[in-house]
């Protein structure tokens, strides 16, 4: 019987460091997608497509915690993935693809001449 409440309170120990381990609030790891959603459940307007805002895109820093400061740092984490913010419609905001390096066009804009 001794065994038996051992083994229970380690269950417990464990379980209890799991559910503190994934309530942290931490978004490192997690998905662009997920981080952005989340903001829309705050109130935020953000717009995106699924096109420019990827699965993969997972985030490597973490959001200021600050919901009236989440807005305001979204341009710093969109960066990171090429990615920028603009005023939209409404109070919206837009993700868009980032600005072109310098000296570069980007390809909807490449003019190809054709061989003679």
Not at 33 to 38: N, V
Not at 54 to 61: A, F, K, N, S
Not at 91 to 109: H, I, N, Q, T
Request: glycine share 8%; aromatic share 4%; net charge negative.
């Amino acid at each position: 019987m001794r065994r038996l409440r051992l083994r229970f309170a380690l269950l417990v120990l464990v379980a209890a460091e799991s559910v503190a381990a994934a309530d942290t609030g931490s978004w490192i790891g997690e998905p662009l997608s997920a981080y952005l959603d989340a903001l829309n459940r705050a109130g935020e307007k953000i717009v995106y497509t699924s096109d420019l805002v990827t699965g993969t895109m997972l985030l490597d820093i973490e959001p200021d915690p600050d919901p009236d400061k989440a807005a305001a740092g979204l341009a710093d984490l969109l960066e990171a993935f090429g990615l920028a913010v603009r005023p939209g419609p409404s109070g919206s905001l837009l993700v868009v693809r980032g600005d072109v390096a310098p000296g570069r066009a980007p390809a909807a804009e490449a003019v190809i001449e054709p061989q003679v």
